[in-house]
């Protein structure tokens, strides 16, 4: 089965960027979505098709995808942006969804 | 509005059977796939299997095929996830989502329930 991996934390201070990476094999022939969620809540789609932002996410959010790696980016970090990222990919293979660890974000 | 509305938390003893639910509006329900998907106490998102309202196509992820059942009655806009026999590895928060449509949009969740926590104890 396909396997993503994610780095378990990033920390960063308000202002500055935080950048989060999806890691797999020939990641960059598949489509990544990204998933925010807050404590407490449900996850929130912030980014799908590597770099399609849904209506109401702000543009501070991108994303890129190529080769091995995935990425979101958040420029501008602000403190409601702390919060649990995961990526997601479709494996066609197998025709099942996959799910990375997930990144904790924290807002210094 | 887009939503999608879980049933309440459930509390089970281990043995029990379970029913959870998971009601669209404001959508045609039987044109988009539903998905269930597990996240344990301070845990990541595990996908368990997905339902097509439309024809009840139903796929499991192999971790928990023959664990859970995944059903759909269109009817009512529901979908649920059912067990019949819980265990207390089974406590967790369990979430639906919609798989969006269209090619733009490749196979993203764009539309999530509130959750349901099952407690197993």
């Known amino acids: 089965s396909y396997v993503l991996t994610q780095p378990p934390s990033v920390s960063v201070a308000p202002g500055q960027t935080a950048w989060i990476t999806c890691g797999g094999d020939?990641?960059?022939?598949?489509?990544v979505h990204w998933y925010q969620q807050r404590p407490g809540q449900a996850p929130l789609l912030v980014m799908y098709?590597?770099?399609d932002r849904p209506s109401g996410i702000p543009e501070r959010f991108s994303g890129s995808n190529s080769g091995n790696t995935a990425a979101l980016t958040i420029s501008r970090v602000e403190a409601g942006d702390e919060a649990d990222y995961f990526c997601?990919?479709?494996?066609?293979?197998?025709?099942?969804?996959?799910f990375g660890p997930g990144t904790k974000v924290t807002v210094l | 509005e887009v939503q999608l509305v879980q049933s309440g938390a459930e509390v089970k003893k281990p043995g029990d059977s379970l029913k959870i639910s998971c009601t669209g509006s404001?959508?045609?329900?039987?044109?988009?796939?539903i998905a269930w998907v597990r996240q344990k106490p301070g845990k990541g998102l595990e996908w368990i299997g997905i339902?097509?309202?439309?024809?009840?196509?139903?796929r499991y992820s192999p971790s928990f095929q023959g664990q859970v059942s995944i059903s759909v009655d269109k009817s009512i806009s529901s979908a649920h996830l059912q067990w019949s026999g819980l265990r207390a590895s089974d406590t967790a928060m369990y979430y639906c989502?919609?798989?969006?449509?269209?090619?733009?949009?490749?196979?993203?969740?764009?539309?999530w329930g509130q959750g349901t926590v099952v407690s197993v104890s």
């Open positions: 339902v097509y309202p439309g024809d009840s196509d139903v």
């Open positions: 989502a919609r798989l969006c449509s269209g090619d733009g949009c490749q196979r993203a969740y764009d539309i």
């Open positions: 404001g959508y045609s329900f039987s044109t988009f796939w």
């Open positions: 997601q990919v479709w494996d066609s293979s197998s025709d099942h969804y996959v």
């Open positions: 098709y590597d770099r």
């Open positions: 020939n990641i960059g022939d598949k489509a």
